[in-house]
């Protein structure tokens, strides 16, 4: 009887820390980008600190809402391109020495960035709004497939559903309080998928892009894909496929991929 209660335990045991277990971090063709976590606005020939990003270097600094950023290392700034550009050299550990007019006051900080792994799609957004041009997208997810048996049928279109909102979710955490970045409504947008029959094609024509761009004022798409795959009898593999497509143009501007294990 004690030793069937010691392997009720182990067994408990093993199951409770298996439960423990970290999901598995996706792997994909992430960019590590360093940050000081501030967001700009360039008014009257000054870059004013408009707001902060909790818990990164430049908050835990003492960097306030209203500081007037006047250089970086020593080079003066003149808009957010040129605060992208001199981040973009910095690796793990570098500091940063940034000068702030608060008051009429100079005050200087020794900051280490935080790097931190991002998408190409959203380095891109970034980078477009630092030419001081406004993004607006149109969040749609395309092909589901799934090469598993006995899949439900309502299983795409809950796959879809989760797809968009967390896209939506993560364009809004990164880029919502930049007011040159909008993110297309989705109810607009299902009424165009809904004549283009989206839901069964799953394919982005170029009229289709054209008549979002018109009913919806978007400038890009973010085209998701979706594929699920039996890599061995217990395990399976999830691969995303996310574009950033310019609406006027048609072009492919970045490429996100990832997969789940």
Not at 180 to 192: E, M, P
């Amino acid at each position: 009887m004690r030793r069937i209660s010691i392997v009720i335990l182990c067994i408990m045991l093993l199951s409770g820390c298996a439960g423990l277990r970290a999901k598995p971090e996706p792997e994909g063709n992430f960019v590590e980008v360093a940050k000081l976590g501030v967001n700009i606005e360039y008014v009257d020939n000054k870059v004013i600190v408009k707001s902060l990003s909790k818990g990164f270097p430049a908050e835990l600094s003492g960097v306030k809402i209203g500081d007037i950023i006047v250089s970086i290392d020593g080079k003066i700034l003149t808009s957010e391109k040129d605060l992208l550009s001199l981040m973009s050299n910095k690796r793990v550990g570098d500091h940063v020495l940034l000068a702030i007019n608060r008051n009429g006051q100079i005050i200087k900080f020794q900051i280490v960035p935080k790097v931190i792994k991002a998408r190409p799609t959203g380095i891109t957004i970034q980078s477009i709004m630092a030419e001081n041009n406004k993004v607006t997208v149109a969040v749609i997810v395309g092909e589901v497939k799934n090469t598993f048996s006995n899949v439900p049928n309502d299983w795409i279109d809950a796959v879809r559903n989760n797809l968009q909102s967390e896209h939506e979710r993560g364009l809004i955490t990164a880029f919502g309080k930049n007011d040159k970045f909008s993110v297309v409504d989705r109810s607009r947008l299902k009424q165009i998928l809904d004549e283009f029959q989206f839901s069964q094609t799953g394919f982005v024509s170029d009229k289709l892009r054209v008549k979002i761009g018109e009913m919806t004022g978007a400038t890009h798409l973010l085209d998701i894909s979706f594929s699920r795959f039996q890599s061995s009898s217990y395990i399976k593999d999830d691969i995303v496929s996310v574009r950033l497509i310019e609406i006027q143009s048609g072009k492919v501007l970045a490429v996100d991929r990832t997969t789940t294990h």
